[in-house]
């Protein structure tokens, strides 16, 4: 480690795996409950499951990111970290107000907690992705600050890479799309029309400019190849991810209330959006191809790789499969949005926030890289996860057609429920790879605790 | 990328494009803004319709179900609901669960009163009045 207060970065991955293993948990608990539909019921009913699963998604990507940044900050602007007990302070509130929140779902019927909780002074709560009570939505609020407060300070003081500018860039702006949580007309379309400038602006805009910062800082690492070529492909990256992303958010505007041109701005636009995740593909093949040097840390390597090439997959890929209007028109609402969000957000989120933990950790160890027989069994993690990825998301698009087929395409369309028992088939399979998910996952965290001959860092 | 196109030109080209497509999004939503009182139900949005999205939100239904397209896709769409179903049909099932069916998807007891029940339907009624472009294809959802 070359700055001491890059430390911090140590308990936000560990809370990071941590709420993975949450989120997991109550995903196969949702599968579960498609094919046997009262399972824990009344006690986890499904809509508490998936918003503990999206809750624990979010916050434990942003656990990474934050992470991810107090580890790379320093190290990009060669500088200790403004405030390391400001980073500390709000990692355990943080991690205190996401547990509290989560504890309140569970425990509490979720119209109480609005109750209890002031969402009538503000209504922000029950909308997707966005259910978290007003006093959470306003500590995620202070935490960012202060989060951005500390790493822009040490970008100021310190050297002004591309990197660091990109990743502040891209933390600034989740920071204030996020405000767009706190608007919620009373009108449905207006809230809809707005709700998207949060999730599809993060994730299809703000947030790939993280991604893409987390990237090119590992490969810089790995590879060594010069700053200068790598940052420039960051720039073509990140210009493609943006010039694509933004109109595409036209691609949700198609049915719910919006003028019918967005029909054609949204699938023009959002067709192209494959052409970034390629790009990152190939930049990522191309510097581990040029590099000019053997970094003994492979698993880090395999995951910077893997992102490229499951992002283009998931966000990709299944993303094209049904962002064309006419397309979209049978499919919208569908397991093929399904399939598409779990791809999505695997292939490009989750696997680079791994990506991040899997250069850093060993270094704030002590040490350059794992032993061999740690990284063979990380890289083992990242084969049965990645796979397991894959057939989730081939079993939930099989799904996505059949119901589309039986529901929406047909003279005679079978009722929603009708449909789900015909299909159930997929969703049995799709829960029993979600099990070779959680035994991926077992393997990735048992793989921290595996010694062996390691290589001081350097 | 040639040896010519340096990384100060590829910045330049993320900043130039990046505020163009911004000021693009912006003019569109402006114009969409302007066209959407033609089309999204405004003059039918009730105090009734505004007390039923609360009730939506505040139990969390689109945690199982979508509505127009968007929310879970563990429950039937409810976007056009009030025309599958009629308002009736929509309180005798929201005030008869949960089935208790052996390994049926289960849907909680909220507890509406009458007035409540109302509200709800108001809701769905007013959203499967809005202009979404013929989505969805048929009434099932």
């Given at each position: 480690?070359q700055?001491?207060s890059?430390?911090?970065?140590k308990?936000?991955f560990?809370?990071?795996?941590?709420?993975?293993?949450?989120q997991?948990?109550?995903g196969?608990?949702?599968?579960?409950?498609?094919?046997?539909?009262?399972?824990l019921?009344?006690e986890i009913?499904f809509n508490?499951?998936r918003?503990?699963?999206?809750n624990?998604l979010i916050?434990?990507l942003l656990?990474?990111f934050?992470?991810a940044a107090?580890?790379?900050?320093p190290?990009?602007?060669e500088?200790e970290?403004?405030?390391p007990?400001?980073?500390i302070a709000?990692?355990?509130i943080?991690?205190?107000?996401?547990a509290?929140t989560?504890?309140?779902?569970l425990t509490?019927?979720?119209?109480?907690?609005a109750e209890?909780t002031?969402n009538?002074?503000l209504?922000?709560?029950?909308?997707?992705f966005l259910?978290?009570?007003?006093?959470?939505?306003?500590?995620?609020v202070?935490?960012?600050?202060a989060?951005?407060f500390n790493?822009s300070m040490?970008?100021l003081k310190g050297r002004?890479t591309?990197i660091?500018?990109?990743?502040?860039?891209?933390?600034?702006?989740?920071?204030?799309?996020?405000?767009?949580s706190?608007y919620?007309p009373?009108?449905?379309?207006?809230?809809k029309?707005?709700w998207?400038w949060?999730?599809?602006?993060?994730v299809?805009?703000?947030?790939?400019?993280?991604?893409g910062?987390?990237?090119a800082f590992v490969l810089i690492k790995?590879t060594?190849?010069?700053?200068?070529v790598?940052e420039k492909w960051?720039?073509?990256?990140?210009?493609?991810t943006l010039?694509t992303?933004?109109i595409g958010t036209?691609h949700?505007?198609f049915?719910i209330g919006t003028?019918?041109?967005?029909?054609?701005w949204?699938s023009?636009?959002?067709?192209?959006?494959p052409?970034?995740?390629?790009a990152?593909?190939?930049?990522?093949f191309?510097?581990?191809?040029?590099?000019?040097?053997e970094?003994p840390n492979?698993?880090?390597?395999?995951w910077a790789?893997?992102?490229?090439?499951?992002?283009f997959?998931g966000a990709g890929v299944?993303?094209f499969?049904h962002t064309l209007a006419?397309?979209n028109?049978?499919?919208?609402?569908?397991?093929?949005?399904?399939?598409?969000?779990?791809m999505?957000f695997?292939?490009?989120?989750?696997?680079v926030v791994?990506?991040?933990i899997?250069?850093?950790?060993?270094?704030l160890?002590g040490r350059a890289a794992?032993?061999n027989?740690?990284?063979?069994?990380?890289?083992?993690s990242?084969?049965?996860m990645?796979i397991?990825m894959v057939?989730?998301t081939?079993?939930l698009t099989a799904?996505g057609i059949?119901?589309?087929?039986l529901q929406?395409?047909?003279?005679?369309?079978?009722?929603?429920?009708?449909t789900?028992?015909?299909i159930s088939?997929f969703y049995?399979?799709r829960e029993?790879?979600?099990?070779?998910?959680?035994?991926?996952?077992?393997?990735?965290?048992?793989?921290?605790f595996?010694?062996?001959?390691t290589?001081?860092?350097? | 990328m040639?040896?010519t196109f340096?990384k100060?030109?590829?910045r330049?080209?993320f900043?130039g494009g990046?505020?163009?497509?911004?000021?693009?999004?912006?003019a569109?939503?402006?114009d969409s803004?302007a066209t959407l009182p033609k089309?999204?139900?405004?003059?039918?949005?009730?105090?009734e319709v505004v007390a039923?999205?609360?009730l939506w939100e505040v139990?969390?239904c689109?945690?199982?179900h979508?509505?127009?397209?968007?929310?879970a896709?563990f429950a039937p769409?409810?976007?056009?609901?009030?025309v599958?179903r009629?308002?009736?049909?929509i309180?005798?099932?929201?005030?008869?669960?949960?089935?208790?069916?052996?390994?049926?998807?289960?849907?909680?007891?909220?507890?509406?009163?009458?007035?409540e029940?109302?509200?709800?339907?108001?809701?769905l009624?007013?959203?499967s009045e809005i202009?979404?472009?013929?989505?969805p294809?048929?009434?099932?959802?």
């Amino acid at each position: 480690m070359q700055y001491q207060s890059q430390a911090v970065a140590k308990p936000y991955f560990i809370a990071a795996i941590g709420l993975f293993v949450g989120q997991i948990l109550f995903g196969l608990i949702m599968g579960l409950q498609y094919v046997v539909g009262d399972f824990l019921f009344p006690e986890i009913p499904f809509n508490v499951a998936r918003m503990v699963h999206t809750n624990l998604l979010i916050v434990w990507l942003l656990f990474g990111f934050m992470g991810a940044a107090y580890y790379m900050i320093p190290e990009e602007a060669e500088t200790e970290l403004h405030s390391p007990k400001l980073a500390i302070a709000m990692f355990w509130i943080f991690l205190v107000a996401g547990a509290l929140t989560i504890v309140g779902y569970l425990t509490v019927p979720y119209a109480t907690l609005a109750e209890l909780t002031g969402n009538d002074l503000l209504e922000t709560m029950g909308r997707e992705f966005l259910e978290q009570p007003l006093i959470t939505k306003v500590g995620i609020v202070v935490v960012a600050l202060a989060f951005l407060f500390n790493i822009s300070m040490t970008v100021l003081k310190g050297r002004k890479t591309s990197i660091a500018l990109v990743l502040l860039l891209g933390l600034w702006g989740l920071a204030v799309f996020f405000l767009f949580s706190f608007y919620n007309p009373s009108n449905p379309v207006l809230d809809k029309y707005f709700w998207w400038w949060v999730v599809h602006l993060w994730v299809e805009g703000v947030w790939e400019l993280i991604l893409g910062a987390l990237l090119a800082f590992v490969l810089i690492k790995v590879t060594g190849v010069d700053r200068e070529v790598i940052e420039k492909w960051l720039y073509v990256i990140i210009t493609l991810t943006l010039i694509t992303g933004i109109i595409g958010t036209g691609h949700h505007y198609f049915w719910i209330g919006t003028p019918e041109y967005w029909q054609w701005w949204g699938s023009i636009f959002s067709a192209l959006e494959p052409i970034p995740f390629f790009a990152m593909t190939v930049f990522a093949f191309n510097m581990v191809n040029r590099r000019r040097r053997e970094h003994p840390n492979k698993a880090a390597t395999l995951w910077a790789l893997g992102t490229g090439v499951m992002a283009f997959l998931g966000a990709g890929v299944w993303g094209f499969l049904h962002t064309l209007a006419p397309v979209n028109y049978y499919t919208h609402g569908s397991q093929i949005t399904a399939a598409h969000g779990h791809m999505a957000f695997y292939g490009a989120y989750v696997m680079v926030v791994l990506c991040i933990i899997s250069y850093a950790m060993p270094v704030l160890r002590g040490r350059a890289a794992n032993s061999n027989k740690a990284q063979v069994m990380e890289m083992w993690s990242f084969w049965l996860m990645t796979i397991a990825m894959v057939f989730i998301t081939l079993f939930l698009t099989a799904a996505g057609i059949l119901q589309v087929w039986l529901q929406r395409f047909s003279d005679t369309p079978m009722s929603f429920m009708a449909t789900q028992d015909q299909i159930s088939l997929f969703y049995w399979m799709r829960e029993w790879t979600g099990v070779v998910f959680l035994i991926g996952l077992v393997v990735y965290i048992a793989s921290f605790f595996v010694k062996g001959e390691t290589r001081a860092a350097a | 990328m040639s040896g010519t196109f340096t990384k100060s030109m590829a910045r330049n080209v993320f900043y130039g494009g990046t505020v163009f497509f911004i000021l693009l999004f912006l003019a569109l939503t402006f114009d969409s803004m302007a066209t959407l009182p033609k089309r999204d139900n405004r003059q039918n949005l009730t105090e009734e319709v505004v007390a039923g999205k609360k009730l939506w939100e505040v139990n969390n239904c689109i945690g199982c179900h979508t509505l127009l397209g968007e929310g879970a896709y563990f429950a039937p769409e409810l976007g056009n609901v009030y025309v599958r179903r009629g308002p009736e049909f929509i309180k005798a099932w929201i005030k008869s669960q949960p089935t208790g069916a052996p390994g049926r998807r289960q849907m909680p007891q909220f507890n509406f009163s009458d007035e409540e029940l109302d509200q709800m339907v108001a809701f769905l009624k007013y959203m499967s009045e809005i202009n979404t472009n013929d989505w969805p294809p048929n009434v099932e959802g």
